[in-house]
């Protein structure tokens, strides 16, 4: 009797070690496996967006109906589906979002209503691409009835 107490007690605990291992080696391997997920995610994202180019034709504002007409060519390889665009006046910054797909090669007019905009400094496009951006400055902009 007195063998056998040792024995049940070696033989519980690697049992339990073993539980504890196969619990710590399953949460281990999903855990790396959802990581690997997120940063091929990611890097096939930054990899699509290396060839993307986003480029301001001319832009055109309308003093009488307060309408801003911008033409965006995509001169990338990436399709655009979020274009943001911020009017910097002095120190004030407007920001319209746009959620509408500008397709690889595709040329189109914007157009964006912002009342009282004679003063505008700046005109900055950006996606959801970072590197994907352009500007366009007070010079370069028409300015109709202002």
Same mark, same amino acid.
């Given at each position: 009797m007195k063998a056998l107490s040792p024995i049940i007690g070696i033989v519980l605990l690697v049992g339990i070690s073993l539980g504890i291992f196969m619990i710590l080696f399953e949460w281990s391997t999903?855990?790396?496996?959802?990581?690997?997920?997120?940063?091929?995610?990611?890097?096939?994202?930054?990899?699509?967006?290396?060839?993307?180019?986003?480029?301001?034709?001319? &832009?055109?504002? !309308?003093?009488? =109906?307060?309408? #801003?007409?911008? &033409?965006?060519? !995509?001169?990338? =390889?990436?399709? #655009?589906e979020k274009i943001i665009f911020s009017f910097i006046k002095d120190i004030e910054v407007k920001e319209y979002e746009v959620n509408e797909v500008l397709k690889k090669g595709e040329k189109k007019v914007y157009e964006i209503n912002l009342n009282k905009a004679c003063d505008i400094k700046l005109i900055r496009v950006s996606t959801q691409c970072s590197n994907a951006k352009d500007e366009i400055d007070r010079k370069e902009i028409t300015f109709l009835g202002c």
């Open positions: 999903s855990y790396v496996e959802s990581s690997q997920e997120k940063s091929e995610s990611k890097l096939s994202e930054s990899f699509e967006c290396m060839n993307a180019y986003i480029k301001i034709d001319y &832009v055109i504002y !309308n003093a009488t =109906s307060g309408n #801003f007409s911008i &033409v965006l060519e !995509n001169r990338g =390889s990436v399709d #655009f």
